[in-house]
């Protein structure tokens, strides 16, 4: 049983670029999908493919990372709110990662996006993660 799946998303996501292979696999549920979903409108993923085992019924998110010139797209990955200490954030508090080069992952009452969609919306939430 895992803990913390968001967590564990990263971490495969991570060590997936760290050993250079093409796709990876994760354990599927609606809130990683919509986290993938955030990672490949921005740009850092390739894209995703839910993937079916006939045997056992089980669903899993088969990932395909993005690399440029060799080097993985996602220079930093980052888990922010965790199980053990949530962090919330309004949206006068919600700045730009990185100057604005990066992306902060919320998840609001409006469905998980990124700061910057969060500020236009003018919704705040939960800061998932950070990616550069």
């Known amino acids: 049983m895992i803990t913390d799946p968001i967590g564990d998303l990263l971490a495969r996501i991570r060590n997936g670029q760290l050993r250079g292979t093409a796709k990876i696999k994760s354990p599927n549920s609606r809130l990683r999908v919509s986290l993938l979903d955030v990672l490949q ?16 019924g089980r669903k899993e998110l088969e990932i395909e990372l993005k690399y440029h010139e ?13 199980p053990g200490r949530r962090v919330y954030t309004s ?11 990066g992306v902060s ?3 609001t009452p409006q469905g998980v996006m990124t700061d910057s969609t969060a500020r236009e ?12």
């Open 70 to 82: 060799g080097r993985p797209a996602i220079r930093e990955l980052k888990r922010v709110s965790t």
């Open 121 to 132: 919306k003018n919704v705040g939430g939960e800061v998932l993660c950070q990616v550069f």
């Open 105 to 107: 992952i919320v998840s």
């Open 41 to 56: 409108q921005e740009g850092y993923i390739r894209g995703y493919a839910e993937v079916e085992f006939k045997e056992s």
């Open 91 to 101: 949206v006068k508090e919600l700045k730009p990662h990185r100057q604005g080069l």
